[in-house]
């Protein structure tokens, strides 16, 4: 069984700064895909970024990007220029390519601070 | 378009009665799943429908869970006989067809429920 742990219960930034988010996770697959969603105090989750294991290029949007480690199962989420917007809580899923059923972590609370 | 809708938001039982929570996917999206968020934890999957028929309805906790999907669109988990083990939110998500892991879910509001 796949398992995705986000050792990062809580963390803050402040406003306009670097903040790293980490997720590890476990298979034996080498056909997967990972993702980052967002859950902000309203409760809708949202995509923020997504990231095929077969690409060794890390996936980037605007001021969010992944650093993947593939030999080290390491998905982590920079945010760049944090915002007060970006407060939210922050999942990071796993799914392997033969399955439709994603794995998620437990989350990471950010808080940006002004 | 309107994004995945669920109803209601909030929802207060009394425990030993059931509830009906909905999902409307975003239209044409063939994939449909079922989460529970519990305090501090993370998604816990329930059930997937692909079009009407749920060929993975592993993560179902008790028999007092089901859920059904007409029409390929809105789909109904029902809890009998609530327990306040049973008071999470319950997340639907939608995804435009099964191409598998690859795509992206979109989630609905959730509905919160209250058990008493």
């Known amino acids: 069984a796949q398992t995705v742990t986000q050792s990062q219960p809580e963390m803050s930034v402040q406003e306009a700064e670097t903040v790293t988010l980490s997720c590890t996770y476990d298979?034996?697959?080498?056909?997967?895909?990972l993702f980052w969603y967002k859950q902000p105090p309203s409760r809708q989750m949202i995509l923020v970024i997504r990231?095929?294991?077969?690409?060794?290029q890390n996936a980037t949007e605007n001021r969010f990007s992944v650093n993947f480690q593939k030999a080290a199962k390491s998905f982590s989420l920079k945010i760049s220029d944090s915002q007060l917007g970006d407060t939210a809580m922050y999942f990071c899923?796993?799914?392997?390519?033969?399955?439709?059923?994603?794995?998620f972590g437990r989350g990471t609370s950010l808080i940006v601070h002004p | 378009g309107a994004g995945v809708s669920q109803s209601p938001s909030n929802k207060v039982t009394e425990k030993g009665k059931d509830v009906e929570l909905r999902c409307d996917p975003i239209?044409?999206?063939?994939?449909l799943y079922w989460y529970r968020q519990s305090l501090g934890q993370g998604l816990e999957f329930l059930i997937y429908?692909?079009?009407?028929?749920?060929?993975?309805k592993s993560g179902l906790p008790s028999d007092r869970f089901s859920a059904e999907r007409t029409g390929g669109s809105v789909s109904t988990l029902t809890i009998q006989r609530t327990q306040q083990e049973d008071s999470a939110v319950y997340l639907c998500?939608?995804?435009?067809?099964?191409?598998?892991?690859?795509?992206?879910?979109?989630f609905g509001p959730g509905t919160r429920l209250l058990v008493l």
């Open positions: 239209s044409g999206h063939t994939a």
């Open positions: 998500a939608s995804s435009w067809r099964p191409q598998g892991a690859q795509e992206t879910q979109y």
């Open positions: 429908f692909q079009g009407n028929s749920a060929p993975d």
């Open positions: 990231q095929e294991a077969y690409k060794q």
């Open positions: 298979t034996s697959e080498s056909n997967y895909y």
């Open positions: 899923a796993f799914t392997s390519g033969g399955s439709y059923i994603p794995t």
